[in-house]
């Protein structure tokens, strides 16, 4: 039976956790509760610039407006090089969170090598720039502190990079990989393919009936360029507000399993500390009626 | 007359959402007007003023940086970077929307013609208010 002294070192060592524990959920609570405000608000204009870019495509599919020949649009087989962004959260302690993103990536980049792509990896978020490090795989640039505080520009500039490259050429492919936040207890992994713009899933038949698009002539390819570009910066801005949003979700939930966990250890070693309390007590009584019956 | 649901979309959330009789457009080629039942079209808007006719026959003008419109025939949904409605009860009110319509247009034109007949306009909606 363990001392006395230890048990009740341990309940006050236990209840400490429990306390940090119980404080940092409360403190993701109230950011999650910002974050998904903001994540919410974005999420109707992210999906409206998505059907928007996603029609434009299907129709450059369908009709070859203009025999725009736009980089943009174009299926590109046998890609060469690829860029793979991954936004993972600054802050550990929430459970699989950026674990989930970095499988994901380790997976794309296992398949790419196999195809014998070559990959840029660029990342977002210190834990994940942390593992890539420590597994020593190769990485073109890496930011922190943006995903925890996302800000437009900073992600503007970011992802103008791969966008300047895939211009130029030099790339083929653009992914984000990224955790989302799809409710208070379940995040969603998404990786996302923001170049090539994807125009398979477009049914050519419909676009017939519903809408033309009109772009003035001369500098077509300058405008739709500066409209995928907005798609992208956005496209990149919205997966860092939602990845936020999904940390705090996430973070709140491991906080609170902990919590809850913590409480469950001290309820046991209560139990344990009373038993052994017990013992030492009946250990002293036998100790007296034995020394009483031994004087008589 | 005949109306349809106008929308206006920034990153931070819709900032117009109502029926509408008539909108007018900044357009890349120019201003355009749509009614309801306007054919669909896809196009890009520039820096300039929005003006909604509403049922009640008011007009309320926005001011935007750049978009994209999508028209079809009972809805108009415009996508915008970023947008600063010109309305106000007071003077108050008024000077300080205005103050925000200049900061967002002095951000994004970079000609100062272009400037220049956002102001004018701008100008024009102003004077309605009072």
Request: proline share 1%.
């Amino acid at each position: 039976m363990a001392n006395l002294k230890d048990i009740q070192r341990q309940i006050k060592s236990v209840s400490n956790t429990q306390k940090t524990t119980r404080a940092m959920k409360l403190v993701s609570t109230a950011k999650l509760r910002r974050a998904e405000e903001l994540a919410k608000r974005s999420r109707l204009y992210a999906q409206k610039m998505n059907q928007v870019i996603a029609e434009i495509a299907g129709r450059i599919k369908c009709s070859k407006v203009g025999g725009l020949d736009n980089r943009y649009f174009q299926k590109i087989e046998n890609p060469k090089m690829v860029d793979i962004v991954f936004v993972t959260a600054d802050k550990g302690l929430c459970g699989g969170f950026n674990i989930q993103t970095i499988k994901a990536v380790n997976k794309l980049l296992k398949e790419y090598k196999e195809k014998n792509v070559k990959v840029r990896l660029r990342g977002i978020g210190k834990k994940g720039i942390e593992f890539f490090h420590y597994n020593e795989v190769e990485m073109l640039d890496t930011v922190v502190s943006l995903s925890s505080k996302p800000d437009k520009e900073r992600s503007d500039d970011f992802v103008m990079t791969s966008i300047a490259d895939y211009k130029d050429g030099k790339i083929d492919a653009l992914h984000i990989v990224y955790n989302g936040y799809k409710n208070m207890i379940t995040q969603e992994l998404h990786v996302n393919t923001i170049l090539p713009v994807d125009t398979e899933a477009f049914d050519c038949d419909k676009i017939r009936s519903s809408s033309m698009l009109e772009i003035e002539a001369e500098d077509e390819e300058k405008m739709l360029g500066s409209l995928v570009e907005k798609y992208i910066n956005y496209n990149m801005y919205y997966s860092l507000i939602d990845s936020v949003a999904a940390e705090h979700s996430a973070r709140m939930q491991a906080m609170d399993t902990a919590t809850n966990n913590a409480k469950e250890m001290v309820k046991n070693l209560n139990v344990e500390f009373n038993k052994a309390r017990q013992a030492a007590i009946t250990t002293e009584l036998i100790e007296i009626i034995s020394g009483v019956e031994s004087m008589k | 007359m005949d109306k349809f649901k106008f929308e206006i979309l920034t990153p931070n959330g819709e900032i117009f959402n109502d029926e509408a009789v008539s909108v007018v457009l900044p357009g890349k080629e120019g201003e355009f007007g749509v009614l309801a039942g306007h054919a669909s079209l896809t196009t890009l808007l520039e820096a300039g003023v929005v003006d909604v006719e509403k049922e009640d026959k008011s007009v309320e003008s926005i001011v935007i940086d750049w978009g994209v419109a999508q028209v079809s025939e009972d809805k108009v949904v415009i996508l915008v970077e970023g947008a600063a409605p010109i309305r106000g009860t007071n003077e108050d009110e008024i000077a300080k929307a205005l103050e925000n319509v200049r900061k967002l247009i002095n951000d994004v034109a970079d000609s100062s013609t272009a400037i220049a007949s956002v102001s004018a306009k701008i100008e024009s909606a102003t004077q309605r208010l009072i």
